[in-house]
């Protein structure tokens, strides 16, 4: 431990030295563009609409410049729904990405395991049976998110938390909660449960006010918890042994970023309901963009919120006079590139499986 | 961490044996400090035991291979490991002598990984204690340990697309703050792992690319990045063919020879742990049979109580260690 | 240690012979008081279906409205219109469609070697909803008769993309299933919500219940079941020879792809025939092997019989079960058998020996 100096006599240090920098080089330049690209459809979708604004006019609008008009449609109505779809992609990528990560599974992914159905099922009480409606809803969602959440973890928890029985108790607990969501929509009045059912497909149409900023604050304040955390992830991808030997305490560690990301889903679910396969997919794009076998946490969420901001719009304006719910294009969009993921994967690549 | 120990090895003749196969290895000289933790700021001052064998300093004993009560790296006493309320080892007392080459041998199932994964805290006591000089292993923090003990576990997972480098610079990660930056320190450190394990070439390649033989030198220039005294290898020649394992093997007892690092492996081939071990210690149904030096622990009836086996011993042509030959069943003409 | 071959056959024709026939023995006996008793358990739990429910019918009356010729038969009595109306078909659905799931289940998790494999959990009864409710909304098909025939479609399609992604891999199965279901899952949401009267419709199909049907479809669906049967029992020889691999089934003269094939129509047939009966009911087919398993061992020949039996035991006493369990009304079948076979997935994942990586 004596080389303080970069000695470059020392053979294959500026290699590793230059491997490192075109890493961070990639990195910043796949972030880069994501986010710009965010903002340029942010900009798009503050001039679309029935209302025609120009950029400069939204643009001044989001300031507080402008018209009565303009500020109302820009400030009360665009603005909320750009920055609820960035949010929340952002926060379901993040999540998924973490997921992944510490599952060491490529399909893991919170609205797969449970989590999101529970979410929904939260809501879907709260909206059917004790028949409220707003943040409350968006409350027992949350709620409902973190006692699925719960209930995996109690029930996969033997002697430490394992990767694979997490996985297979997810599963299970998916399926109890879709039962009793089918249960409770056949029970209530068809309207009614044509409007819980609705909420069940994820939308960013009407965030605003006090769920749009708790979302923002959830989303911030958890990014923060998981940048704490992320230089685990390095050690944690090569295996449970190698990460001990390295110094991590495994299951505390896993424990506490499968927590994380539970509550970045809980407060994604709460805010737009669940947005179907972001947390899935958006990370697998960010792993092969940055293809260097990381996490590729934060450009997972960059690409989250390009992917569902995207989503929104394409929904929103595709088809000329419906407005067809984010949730429903991520799937439809999700499907074929899910399945293309999977069938392309050569055996190797799901060994953790 | 740079005492370099041109320790002699390979004596021809069958070197008289230090201890007495069956009995565990309690050195006259207290515990030697061995447990030296390399000169980092944030690092705890090593408590060093005063000793009269080996002079505490790097962790690097002299060579001298006769002398009697060398240093002792780890211990276990009265260890009990087990899994699932069936216990595999049960109060197991052990020294593995610092600065040497120690292969553990036996049959399958006899508990040679799970004793190593015990002393590498991989997996939990039932009973006993691990000592590091004359510290508990479980109290010490994760990182501390890390910083002080290596492990090459049996398995190992290359997440997908990372590269050689990246891969060796996780070995870093004890070393590192808060926010996992690297250092130019970090880069050399890494920059010597790649050429002492020979892939510095390949530095920039997918480790999934590699070769099984190429892949292990890069797991091994990981452990090496953490810049530990100790290092412990649970098979790390499973699945390499000969040439490759005699290439690892040859690569591990270099750095013995030139850094002085503690090995200790885990091995199925008796002949080659015969061959680069200093010391042997051969285990059976939890419990060590034999250890010593290869010439005096395995001999034909050790042989055949440990593994069941009927052999001949004869000295290997090549470096004069103990050769095991099977009898078998089938007799030639 | 090892002796010598010769040796070793003198010692094995000494003692083995005698304790292979013991062995043997006692497995037979064991295995005919267990189909015995499941026998035994599904008549108590017919007969509990007829009697029990949010009203409770003796007996009596049960036996005078089923026989024609008994004292005091009179269809026209309330409690024995119920019998006749309601109880009746819905043991019948449970009946068949209980063998069905017990049979697809045998069936799904001997192919992959799977113990959480279920045709809910991998995403073919989701495909089968799915394929009903383009019917019902697409093409105006209202009755259970029409739209069973997509059942078996859409769980066809999505067996044929569950298999073919998912590889027969224990965990990349589930994940290939569950995911199917979430795109599915948007899918069916997206058409319901164009169309009030689809939606209606379909949320009562969706829970997965026994009642409300009429016995029409159990005339046009019987030979399906039937045939899903036979084809069960003709693999059961075949299954316990591929749980011990690939490999080893092929060397021992099995035709994989004949193998593979037969599942692949039981697999459609029963899924589809269960679904169309009761709708998409999940991890029924997941339990009933496993309690089957603990009462008879791994010979699929002594499994399939067991599982046939068990199966509408399951989802026969869950629709009992939800019959009692709110007090003046009722719970779907499917709802309680979901409720019954999470922890039994549960315990499934926890006690198996997990690698720890």
Redesign the interface.
């Known amino acids: 431990?004596?080389?303080?100096?970069?000695?470059s006599r020392?053979?294959?240090?500026t290699?590793?030295?230059r491997?490192?920098a075109a890493?961070r080089r990639r990195h910043a330049l796949v972030i880069g563009v994501a986010l710009l690209g965010a903002l340029g459809l942010a900009v798009l979708a503050l001039t679309l609409g029935a209302a025609g604004l120009t950029p400069v006019r939204a643009l001044a609008a989001v300031v507080g410049m402008g018209e009565r008009g303009d500020l109302f449609v820009v400030q009360h109505l665009r603005l909320p729904r750009v920055l609820a779809a960035l949010f929340s992609g952002a926060g379901f990528a993040l999540a998924g990405a973490i997921f992944q990560s510490v599952l060491?599974n490529p399909l893991a992914s919170p609205d797969i395991l449970g989590v999101s159905t529970g979410a929904s099922l939260g809501a879907v009480w709260a909206l059917l049976t004790l028949g409220l409606g707003g943040v409350a809803v968006a409350a027992w969602a949350f709620g409902g998110a973190l006692l699925a959440a719960g209930a995996i973890w109690v029930l996969a928890w033997r002697r430490g938390l394992h990767a694979i029985r997490f996985v297979l108790v997810g599963v299970g607990i998916a399926y109890v909660c879709g039962s009793t969501l089918a249960w409770l929509l056949s029970r209530a009045e068809v309207r009614e449960a044509q409007t819980a059912l609705l909420w069940t497909i994820g939308s960013v149409a009407d965030v605003r006010g006090a769920r749009l900023t708790i979302l923002g604050v959830g989303l911030g304040v958890l990014a923060l918890v998981t940048a704490?955390l992320?230089?685990t992830q390095?050690?944690l991808?090569?295996?449970d042994?190698?990460a001990?030997?390295?110094?991590?305490?495994v299951s505390a560690t896993r424990a506490g970023l499968l927590l994380t990301a539970v509550a970045l889903v809980a407060v994604a679910t709460a805010a737009a309901g669940p947005v179907a396969f972001v947390a899935l997919v958006a990370p697998a794009i960010a792993?092969r963009l940055?293809?260097?076998?990381?996490a590729a946490l934060a450009a997972s969420t960059a690409v989250g919120a390009l992917l569902v901001l995207s989503a929104d719009l394409l929904g929103q304006h595709l088809f000329p006079g419906m407005s067809v719910p984010v949730g429903i294009v991520t799937g439809l969009v999700g499907a074929p590139y899910l399945l293309w993921l999977l069938s392309g994967r050569s055996e190797?690549?799901t060994?953790?499986l | 961490?740079?005492a370099s120990v041109p320790s002699a090895r390979r004596p021809a003749s069958a070197p008289t044996p230090r201890v007495r196969p069956g009995r565990t290895v309690v050195p006259s000289a207290a515990t030697a400090a061995s447990a030296v933790v390399?000169?980092?700021d944030d690092a705890p001052a090593p408590t060093a035991a005063p000793s009269d064998g080996a002079a505490p300093g790097d962790g690097a004993a002299p060579g001298d291979t006769t002398a009697p009560g060398d240093g002792v790296a780890l211990r276990t006493e009265g260890v009990r490991i087990g899994y699932d309320g069936r216990t595999v080892i049960d109060g197991l007392d052990l020294a593995l002598p610092v600065g040497r080459i120690t292969a553990i041998v036996g049959p399958n199932a006899c508990g040679k990984s799970t004793l190593l994964?015990g002393i590498?805290?991989?997996h939990p006591l039932s009973g006993g204690r691990v000592l590091l000089g004359d510290r508990d292993v479980a109290a010490m923090?994760?990182?501390?340990?890390?910083?002080v003990?290596?492990?090459?576990?049996?398995?190992?997972?290359?997440?997908?697309?990372?590269?050689v480098?990246?891969?060796v610079?996780?070995?870093r990660?004890?070393h590192?703050g808060?926010?996992?930056r690297?250092s130019?320190?970090d880069?050399?450190?890494?920059?010597?792992a790649?050429?002492a394990t020979g892939v510095?070439d390949l530095?920039?390649r997918?480790?999934?690319e590699l070769s099984g033989g190429q892949r292990q030198r890069v797991w091994i220039a990981m452990v090496l990045a953490?810049?530990t005294d100790i290092v412990l290898l649970d098979e790390p020649t499973t699945y390499l063919d000969v040439a490759h394992q005699v290439d690892l093997l040859d690569l591990l007892a270099e750095l013995n020879a030139e850094r002085g690092t503690t090995v200790v492996m885990v091995l199925h081939e008796l002949n080659l742990a015969a061959r680069y071990a200093d010391h042997l210690v051969v285990m059976r149904a939890g419990t060590v049979v034999a250890q010593g030096e290869p010439g005096a622990v395995l001999t034909e009836a050790i042989v055949l109580d440990a593994f069941?086996l009927d052999a001949r011993v004869v000295p290997d042509p090549v470096s004069g260690t103990p050769l095991v030959v099977p009898v078998g069943?089938t007799r030639r003409p | 240690?090892l002796t010598?071959p010769s040796a070793a056959t003198a010692d094995a024709a000494a003692i083995g012979a005698p304790a292979v026939d013991a062995l043997v023995a006692g497995r037979r006996t064991r295995f005919l008081l267990v189909l015995g008793g499941c026998a035994v358990l599904l008549g108590l739990v017919v007969v509990a279906s007829l009697v029990l429910g949010v009203r409770t019918i003796a007996p009596g009356q049960v036996w005078a409205a089923l026989v024609p010729g008994a004292a005091g038969h009179d269809p026209a009595h309330a409690d024995q219109a119920v019998v006749l109306q309601l109880r009746v078909p819905r043991t019948v659905l449970g009946l068949l469609a209980g063998t069905a799931l017990g049979c697809v289940g045998t069936v799904i998790q001997g192919i992959t070697r799977n113990p959480i494999a279920d045709p809910g959990l991998l995403g073919i009864t989701p495909g089968a909803s799915l394929a009903v409710v383009a019917a019902v909304s697409f093409l105006g098909v209202t009755t259970p008769r029409g739209f069973v025939w997509f059942a078996f479609a859409g769980a066809a399609l999505a067996a044929l993309v569950v298999f073919a992604i998912g590889r027969a891999q224990p965990v990349r199965l589930a994940l290939v299933g569950a995911a199917l279901t979430a795109i599915i899952t948007p899918l069916i949401a997206l058409l319901l919500l164009r169309d009030v009267q689809a939606f209606d419709r379909y949320r009562f199909w969706a829970v997965g219940s026994l009642a409300a049907r009429d016995l029409s479809i159990v005339g046009a669906l019987w030979p399906f079941l039937v045939v899903g049967v036979l084809l069960t029992v003709a693999l059961a020889r075949r299954l316990t020879l591929l749980a011990m691999g690939d490999d080893v089934a092929a060397s021992l003269g099995q035709d994989l792809r004949v193998t593979r094939a037969l599942a692949a129509a039981a697999i459609v047939t029963l899924a589809g025939v269960a679904t169309a009966f009761a709708g998409p009911i999940a991890l029924v087919g997941l339990v009933v092997p496993h309690a089957a398993r603990r009462l008879v061992g791994t010979d699929y020949r002594l499994l399939t019989p067991v599982a046939a039996l068990l199966g509408p035991v399951i989802l026969l006493g869950a629709d009992v079960i939800g019959r009692l369990i709110v007090p003046g009304a009722e719970l779907e079948a499917g709802v309680v058998a979901a409720f019954v076979g999470a922890p039994v997935l549960v315990a499934v994942a926890r006690g198996r020996a997990i690698?720890s990586?």
């Open positions: 431990m004596t080389a303080d100096v970069l000695d020392i053979p294959g240090i290699v590793v030295a491997l490192r890493r060491r704490l992320s230089r390095a050690p991808a090569l295996g042994d190698h001990a030997a390295l110094g991590v305490r792993r940055m293809d260097d076998g990381g190797r690549r060994a953790a | 961490m740079t390399p000169a980092d994964k590498a805290r991989l923090s994760r990182r501390e340990l890390a910083r003990l290596g492990v090459l576990p049996q398995s190992s997972i290359a997440p997908d697309g990372v590269r480098a990246e891969l610079s996780r070995g990660y004890p590192q808060w926010f996992g690297h130019s320190t880069d050399a450190v890494v920059a010597r790649l050429v510095a530095a920039t997918p480790v999934a953490q810049e069941g069943r | 240690m010598s690698a990586t």
